[in-house]
Nanobody, 130 residues
């Protein structure tokens, strides 16, 4: 079973940037597709971006398209989420999750039940405020 640990969150002003990392242990990361979710206070957890095992396929929610970039380095067992032009509505706890299924990245981000993911990280807080 893979274990995931997120890092890189923090407090930044609107328009700023952050780079989140999702580090895996206990298993090689290239066996899993990876999703980034976020959860704002009082709201449901939503899929932000997903990446396939090889990194060839990616998906972005409309709210972050053009501002966020997901990537992975399987040699380092790490997936990244580069977040630029951050807005107050990007505030929330960001989680990464591992999927061992054969879903498309869009389906993984949009419709897969949270319980279907093989593993979740503990989350990292991102706060966008002036």
């Amino acid at each position: 079973q893979v274990q995931l640990v997120e890092s890189g969150g923090g407090l930044v002003q609107p328009g700023g940037s952050l780079r989140l990392s999702c580090a895996a242990s206990g298993s090689t990361l290239d066996y899993y597709a990876i999703a980034w979710f976020r959860q704002a206070p009082g709201k449901e957890r939503e899929g932000v971006s997903c990446i396939s095992r090889s990194g060839d396929f990616t998906y972005y929610a409309d709210s972050v398209k053009g501002r966020f970039a997901i990537s992975r380095d399987n040699a380092k067992n790490t997936v990244y989420l580069q977040m630029n032009s951050l807005k107050p509505e990007d505030t929330g706890v960001y989680y990464c999750a591992a999927d061992s299924g054969l879903r498309s990245v869009s389906r993984m981000c949009m419709t897969t039940p949270l319980s279907a993911f093989a593993s979740w990280g503990q989350g990292t807080q991102v706060t966008i405020s002036s």
